[in-house]
T-cell receptor
């Protein structure tokens, strides 16, 4: 059974039109992460939540926001998607914030037209 | 600094062994990981090694860690066509769970 679930699998949006990607987990993990992976590149951490505490990476653009309304769900909001934001977005979870394995979802492939 | 490097491409014949190499720069890394990514899919954790170990074996997978040289390798015995994928090496930094990934090695298995 999938433990980290991302919806939708593929998302198409228009340039400048806000889009939300969702992630849910059945592991009851404390930490949830969002990674961005552009074609043929390594995944890059955007931000993570430890419980309700939000931790943004220094180089994550302001255009990217996140919400975690409860333990199970975490959302990635892109306020004004640009063509350069087309990528695979990967959600991951871990039980604790240090020295713990990460479990990844299958990802959402975002296209921006 | 944080930098993980991998070779870009590896091609092997079915049944042969594959060895994927990785170098990293942060000597404080506590865990080092190998993830597998099939086309259009997310990352699947294959195996990991704690930094105080030098070898870990898990069925067809063998991980070797040379901490002095900051070199990590993944050996896949009896490589199958289903092993064709991108393999990412990643390190986790000492003070947190931030994973720093290499750019990935494309493994192509020819039947």
């Amino acid at each position: 059974d999938a433990m980290v679930i991302q919806n939708p699998r593929y998302q198409v949006t228009q340039f400048g039109k806000p889009v939300t990607l969702s992630c849910s987990q059945t592991l009851n993990h404390n930490v949830m992460y969002w990674y961005q992976q552009k074609s043929s590149q390594a995944p890059k951490l955007l931000f993570h939540y430890y419980d309700k505490d939000f931790n943004n990476e220094a180089d994550t653009p302001d255009n990217f926001q996140s919400r975690r309304p409860n333990t199970s769900f975490c959302f990635l909001d892109i306020r004004s998607p640009g063509l350069g934001d087309a990528a695979m977005y990967l959600c991951a979870t871990s039980r604790a914030a240090t020295n713990e394995k990460l479990f990844f979802g299958s990802g959402t492939q975002l296209s921006v037209l | 600094g944080e930098d993980v490097e991998q070779s870009l491409f590896l091609s092997v014949r079915e049944g042969d062994s594959s060895v994927i190499n990785c170098t990293y720069t942060d000597s404080s890394s506590t865990y080092l990981y190998w993830y597998k990514q099939e086309p259009g899919a997310g990352l699947q954790l294959l195996t990991y090694i704690f930094s105080n170990m030098d070898m870990k074996q898990d069925q067809r997978l063998t991980v070797l860690l040379n901490k002095k040289d900051k070199h990590l390798s993944l050996r896949i015995a009896d490589t199958q066509t289903g092993d064709s994928a991108i393999y990412f090496c990643a390190e986790t930094l000492e003070y947190g769970n931030k994973l720093v990934f290499g750019a990935g090695t494309i493994l192509r298995v020819k039947s």
